[in-house]
């Protein structure tokens, strides 16, 4: 099969599409002919190895354990374990696995689920990692009541994105951060306001928020507290500061040291792809209350080229990799 493999911790330069063998599924495991995978910032840290934290987490010390990137897919099942009793040889599904940016991929049956007819493949691809993040972020973490005001920053990003549409869909106010480039987008989704980070500070602002959304990372925990109610919430996700070793990890240490000593509620969000985020995610979209954030669409040969793009923080939405 083909499949965008790397050997060695670097930038995109280190990927390469090659062929190889089809991975072999254990009796708890689906095989899936890979047809989207969706591009996060999950895959840039594995691709690199930065911070370099997240290699002593099973991902390899000095290279990568796992020869073949991707989180996020949807396909079509090819086989299944003996044990698997969810899933059948031709069922459309989408969730997480290990290494989507190939022609087949292996996942556990606890973390995909049916496709619902009316997503295509590419839509379904951009939900599960970014989607279950945001999910956990509003709904669990932030707990977003009606008639709260929400400040997303990176609202035009793939978690930004879904949580611009859930804060939304739970009733709150939202205030996206985002370039002004991308306003019209998350108006769409359903923020009433837009701060242009370009030509704005929001926490220089005066404005005060319930919430706080944070999915960049770039501002200080003081700054970001500024923009705060007294008794409000800031949700920490993801981001690329904090520096090599720890990355945000030295965001998330500083906020829960220092949540006990002020009023203001600071807590990281912790976010696993699990059938039970996946149906309500599910539930949602069928409602219409959430729609997929689905970005620019990549050729496989183009895998390199859509993780830097996300990098650069050029993306809009969630890009995806069209694999067949």
């Not at 996020?72 to 003996?82: K, M, Q, R, S, Y």
């Not at 839509?123 to 989607?131: G, H, K």
């Not at 993040?133 to 008639?147: C, E, S, Y």
Request: aromatic share 6%.
């Amino acid at each position: 099969m083909k499949a965008i493999t790397q050997d060695v911790y670097g930038g995109p330069e280190v990927l390469k599409l090659e062929e190889i063998e089809r991975p072999t599924i254990g009796d708890d495991e689906v095989l899936v002919r890979v047809r989207a995978a969706g591009v996060d910032p999950g895959v840039w840290h594995l691709m690199t190895g930065r911070p370099y934290l997240v290699r002593l987490f099973g991902f390899g010390v000095f290279k990568p354990k796992a020869k073949v990137r991707g989180l996020d897919v949807a396909g079509v099942v090819e086989a299944v374990g003996a044990k698997v009793t969810r899933f059948r040889p031709g069922d459309e599904v989408f969730g997480n696995c290990d290494g989507s940016f190939a022609e087949f991929a292996r996942a556990k049956e606890e973390v995909l689920i049916h496709k619902p007819a009316g997503l295509s493949f590419q839509e379904a691809a951009v939900i599960p990692v970014s989607a279950a993040t945001a999910l956990a972020a509003v709904r669990d973490v932030a707990k977003v009541q009606p008639g709260q005001s929400v400040l997303v920053i990176g609202a035009a990003g793939g978690v930004g994105s879904y949580a611009t549409q859930l804060a939304k869909a739970m009733g709150a106010e939202v205030t996206a951060v985002c370039s002004g480039a991308k306003a019209e987008f998350v108006k769409q989704l359903g923020a009433s306001h837009v701060v242009d980070y370009t030509r704005e500070d929001f926490a220089a602002s005066g404005k005060r928020y319930d919430v706080i959304i944070d999915t960049v990372s770039n501002r200080s925990l003081s700054e970001l507290r500024t923009a705060l109610t007294p008794k409000g919430t800031l949700a920490v996700i993801g981001g690329e500061g904090g520096g090599s070793i720890l990355g945000m990890m030295r965001r998330v240490f500083a906020a829960l040291f220092l949540s006990p000593f002020v009023s203001q509620s600071l807590k990281p969000v912790s976010s696993f792809v699990k059938q039970p985020a996946l149906v309500s995610l599910v539930e949602l979209i069928v409602a219409g209350k959430l729609k997929a954030t689905l970005g620019k669409v990549w050729k496989l040969e183009e895998t390199g080229a859509a993780i830097a793009e996300l990098a650069n923080g050029h993306a809009r939405g969630k890009s995806v990799i069209a694999v067949s």
